[in-house]
T-cell receptor, first 111, second 116 residues
Framework: RKEVEQDPGPFNVPEGATVAFNCTYS??????FFWYRQDCRKEPKLLMS???SGNEDGRFTAQLNRASQYISLLIRDSKLSDSATYLC????????????FGTGTKLQVIP | ETGVTQTPRHLVMGMTNKKSLKCEQH?????MYWYKQSAKKPLELMFV???????ENNSVPSRFSPECPNSSHLFLHLHTLQPEDSALYLC???????????????FGAGSRLTVL
C-alpha cells in the first residue's frame, strides 16, 4: 500500500460546483498534513495546512480524520482558476525525509 | 516571483554531458532540498541540506552530485545521466525542524531536464 494515496482524477466540474477530494495515508505516526496546489508546468505551492479540528480558508475547507487516516479538501463555488492538481502531503515526526507527497488529484473547472 | 529561483528552467543534455542545476533562495531559510518529479509519480526527495550540511541522501545514483556552498545556494551537478533521468527537478527551502514554519516547503519553478 502506498504511504499516501489520492484519486488521480481528473475531476471535471462546472463553475460554481462544490467538489471534494480525499487522501488516505497509511502511517498512523503521521503528524502534519497539508494540501499543495500545482498548476500545469509550475511548482507546487502551499494551499493550506490541515488541522485536527478542521479549518477553512475562504472557499476551501480541510478536514482530518485520524481514526480513518484520511484528509479531505472541499472547494465550494468552484472558479475556473481553481483548475490545477491538488497534492496531499503528509509528514511524520522526525527529520526532513519524513515528508511524503501524493501523486495529486487533477481538477478541471469547466465554464 | 517565488523566493526560490532555479536556473536553467529547461535543459537538454546528452548522456555524456556534464551540467549543473542551480537554486537560490531569498527567504532566510536554512534547509534546502532537491526533489524529482516524473510524470504520474509523486515527488521524490533526493537530497536535503540543513545549515549547509547534507542530512539526507535518498539512495540517489552517484551521477547526481549535490553541493551547498552556503545556506542560500544549492547546486545539483549532473554527469553521465540516463534517459530515464528526464524529469522536472524542483528545489525547495524551509526552516529547519523545530523552528516556526519548518513544515512549509517553498518550491522553485523547477528545471525541466531532458536527457537524450
Amino acid at each position: 500500500r502506498k504511504e499516501v494515496e489520492q484519486d488521480p482524477g481528473p475531476f471535471n466540474v462546472p463553475e460554481g460546483a462544490t467538489v471534494a477530494f480525499n487522501c488516505t495515508y497509511s502511517n498512523s505516526a503521521s503528524q502534519s498534513f497539508f494540501w499543495y496546489r500545482q498548476d500545469c508546468r509550475k511548482e507546487p505551492k502551499l494551499l493550506m495546512s490541515v488541522y485536527s479540528s478542521g479549518n477553512e480558508d475562504g472557499r476551501f475547507t480541510a478536514q482530518l480524520n485520524r481514526a480513518s487516516q484520511y484528509i479531505s479538501l472541499l472547494i465550494r463555488d468552484s472558479k475556473l482558476s481553481d483548475s490545477a492538481t491538488y497534492l496531499c502531503v503528509v509528514r511524520r515526526s522526525g527529520g526532513y525525509q519524513k515528508v511524503t507527497f501524493g501523486t495529486g488529484t487533477k481538477l478541471q473547472v469547466i465554464p | 516571483e517565488t523566493g526560490v529561483t532555479q536556473t536553467p528552467r529547461h535543459l537538454v543534455m546528452g548522456m555524456t554531458n556534464k551540467k549543473s542545476l542551480k537554486c537560490e533562495q531569498h527567504l532566510g531559510h536554512n534547509a534546502m532540498y532537491w526533489y524529482k518529479q516524473s510524470a504520474k509519480k509523486p515527488l521524490e526527495l533526493m537530497f536535503v541540506y540543513s545549515l549547509e550540511e547534507r542530512v539526507e541522501n535518498n539512495s540517489v545514483p552517484s551521477r547526481f552530485s549535490p553541493e551547498c556552498p552556503n545556506s542560500s545556494h544549492l547546486f545539483l551537478h549532473l554527469h553521465t545521466l540516463q534517459p530515464e533521468d528526464s524529469a522536472l527537478y524542483l528545489c525547495a527551502s524551509s526552516q529547519v525542524p523545530g523552528n516556526a514554519g519548518a513544515n512549509v516547503l517553498t518550491f522553485g519553478a523547477g528545471s525541466r531536464l531532458t536527457v537524450l
